[in-house]
């Protein structure tokens, strides 16, 4: 008697969380949708203006600098958080004490982006800790793209513990036979890893790399907090033009379409290497 009772209303059922994720999420990016084809500065009503916001971001010499920085950001966090982070959890892995070295790397993840951003400022600056240690005088987060590898450098320092986690999460998951038929074979050091663990790690490896891909490409509140974008607009990325663009401007119109940008962006990056993952 249950199955047909819950056939009839299992709609029922599922029906409040598909509003509330339509409401909190759906809408509001509809509505985004809409704005970036009209004219408005969130006083007056908005003018429909077509696709001329979208014809602007293709002459905003501003938007090819902000895609050059998120594309460092993208590929500097493959390379650093992710590749530290395996390298961090292989090293510490079955090893007697291997526990109490990864700590440290997990302490700055407690850590809010605006925090991080806020301790590292004065190391940063012109004056800061880290030209007084390294004996030279660079300015960090003026001159680009020094700026942008500088703000990676605190990013990896945010995001390399989280990575070791889940690669160390994988490595434990990882059945003992075939690694101890490997090394009966006489396979070890770098041949085990690269024929051995790093096959049976792949579906893991595929999701922290795609929540770094993720993360990278809408990376804010660190850019903020240090430059805001600046000096000029030399290190914005497509999040900080879109808030620089909208709350700082007050130009709606034009900041809804380079969060449209954005997204699309994001989805599309996402799609393409789900999609590969998939066909290997």
Known sequence: MRAPILGRFGYGYVAPAVLLVAGLLYAPFLWTAYLSFT???????????????????????????????TLLWVIGTMVLPVGLGLLVAVLSYDIKGGLWFRVPFLLPYALSGAGLAMVWSPILSHDGIANKLLGVDTAFLQDAPVNTLAMLLVWTWQQLGVNMLLFVVGLQSIPKEPIEAARLDGAGGWRLFRYVIWPLMRPLTAVVVGLALVASLKTFDIVWVLTQGGPGRN??????????????????????????????????????????????
């Open 235 to 280: 290190s914005e990325t497509l999040a900080v033009t879109m808030y620089k663009e909208t709350f700082v401007a007050s130009d709606y119109g034009y900041g809804s379409a380079v969060a449209v940008m954005l997204t699309v962006v994001t989805g599309l990056a996402s799609y393409l290497y789900l999609k590969r993952q998939v066909s290997q």
């Open 39 to 69: 004219r408005y500065d969130g006083l007056e009503p908005a003018q429909w203006i077509g696709a001329h916001n979208f014809g602007k971001l293709l002459d905003d010499p501003a938007l090819l600098t902000s895609i050059r920085n």
